[in-house]
């Protein structure tokens, strides 16, 4: 605490390898929703609606690993 926050200490940047394996962590837990609970019943839309966050999240993690990564190649 000390270091970050009385001292003026700034925090490391997560790796774009962070978010390019989280990211896909979500699209795969999205596309294998459908798989494993493939009969919603009468709540469809709760099911679509979850597979939706899941994979709108996991793309945007996803888009934010691969920015990460294109930066890092361009300081080298």
Known sequence: ??????????RPN??????ISMGGA???AGLLFTVLY?????YAWVGLLEMGVFLIAG????????????RGL???
Do not use: H, I, N, Q
């Not at 605490?1 to 700034?10: H, N, P, Q, V």
């Not at 493939?38 to 009468?42: I, K, V």
């Not at 793309?59 to 294109?70: D, E, K, P, Y």
């Open 14 to 19: 997560l790796p774009w390898e962070f978010f």
């Open 26 to 28: 979500l699209v795969a």
């Open 59 to 70: 793309c945007v993690l996803l888009a934010a690993g691969l920015v990460r990564r294109r």
């Open 1 to 10: 605490m000390l270091r970050y926050g009385l001292l003026g200490g700034s």
């Open 74 to 76: 361009r300081k080298s």
């Open 38 to 42: 493939p009969l919603w019943s009468t």
